[in-house]
């Protein structure tokens, strides 16, 4: 990686942890166990993809418009929170004994192992429900905060935010649930310890892995401002990085350790999963996740009238997840 972005990336990263840390409830009431464990869960660190692409995402396209950045700056942060939140819930439920039973995550003991099962699931149920809160409540203190004129914004301006911020919203939602990582979960599950044929590999990795990595993208560019025709390049990007990341994560599983990875190694093998490099073997996994990292790099330089910092940000975010070890 080069040292320049190495740096930034150090930099962004813990700038988004921040946001995210600021997104996290308080732990207090009757139900603090809960609460307790959402923050363990999110707290525990993880690479912050998702929440780094939408905002650069975002950044490409935001200052077109004089304005927008003011007002919808606090409710891309919240999208930020909401997407961490919903992929680490997925986390929590993926790692349960129902599913594959890891005890580790991120380092540290996976959310079932640490509060037991009934909490672990709640701890991913919990976060689930409260990314859609959350971007809901800071959606309306904007709203509220904006509307009157007052404050430069005119009522024309707003609708066209609103109408950002919904599709935004239904991005999220449909990427995450049945149509989206949800629904490859299920194939996942349910074809475990069976052959694969490519189209059902492609199925799952491009819906539970890609899915979210697309809304990431498309989110903070429809909150950017982004046309649907630029909306539509980025989800064809999101999914090229979406199925490199997933065979990525399958090679670090065959040949990473645990103190690297921060979770269980070989797991794949021990729950009788079929996988691109079980399938291919190491070697043309690797030129798998090489070629589709370059494609993606490439239609990322091709981007028409964006941010060029951000542009490159993304590109060198797009290099480095192919060369990752974690
Ligand atoms: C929560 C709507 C909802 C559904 C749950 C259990 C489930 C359905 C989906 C599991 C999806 C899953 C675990 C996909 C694997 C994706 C993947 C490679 C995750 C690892 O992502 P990283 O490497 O993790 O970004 P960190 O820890 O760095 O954040």
């Not at 869960?41 to 418009?65: C, F, N, Q, W």
């Not at 091709?302 to 997840?321: G, H, Y």
């Amino acid at each position: 990686m080069k040292m320049a972005f190495s740096h930034e990336l150090d930099e962004t990263v813990r700038s988004v942890n921040e946001i995210i840390k600021k997104g996290i409830p308080e732990v207090k009431g009757l139900q603090s166990t809960v609460l307790d464990s959402m923050d363990y869960s999110v707290e525990a660190g993880g690479k912050r993809i998702r929440p780094l692409m939408i905002l650069k995402s975002y950044e490409l396209y935001r200052d077109r418009t004089s304005g927008r950045d003011e007002f919808m700056l606090p409710v891309v942060h919240s999208f930020m929170c909401a997407m961490e939140m919903i992929h680490t819930s997925s986390l929590c439920h993926d790692d349960l004994p129902c599913m594959d039973g890891d005890k580790y995550r991120r380092g540290r003991e996976s959310t079932w192992f640490k509060y037991g099962e009934a909490m672990g699931t709640l701890c991913g149920d919990a976060l689930l429900m409260y990314a859609p809160e959350i971007v809901a409540k800071a959606y309306k203190k904007q709203l509220s905060e904006y509307s009157g004129g007052d404050k430069g914004i005119t009522q024309e301006e707003l609708n066209a935010y609103s109408l950002s911020f919904v599709r935004a919203l239904d991005i999220l939602m449909e990427k995450s649930g049945v149509y989206g990582m949800l629904g490859g979960q299920v194939v996942d599950v349910e074809m475990t310890g069976k052959p694969l044929t490519d189209e059902q590999l492609m199925f799952i990795y491009k819906l539970k892995t890609g899915a979210l990595l697309q809304a990431s993208l498309m989110i903070g560019a429809v909150l950017g401002g982004a046309k649907d025709e630029e909306l539509k390049r980025l989800e064809d990007i999101g999914e090229k990085i979406g199925v490199a990341f997933q065979i990525q994560d399958d090679i670090l599983d065959e040949t990473s350790t645990v103190e690297v990875l921060g979770k269980p190694i070989h797991s794949d093998d021990e729950n009788n999963k079929t996988t691109y490099v079980s399938i291919y073997g190491l070697s043309d996994a690797h030129k798998e996740v090489e070629s589709l990292s370059k494609k993606a790099i490439d239609e990322l330089k091709n981007l028409p009238d964006v941010n060029d910092q951000s542009r490159e940000f993304l590109m060198n975010l797009t290099d480095m997840l192919i060369n990752r070890k974690k």
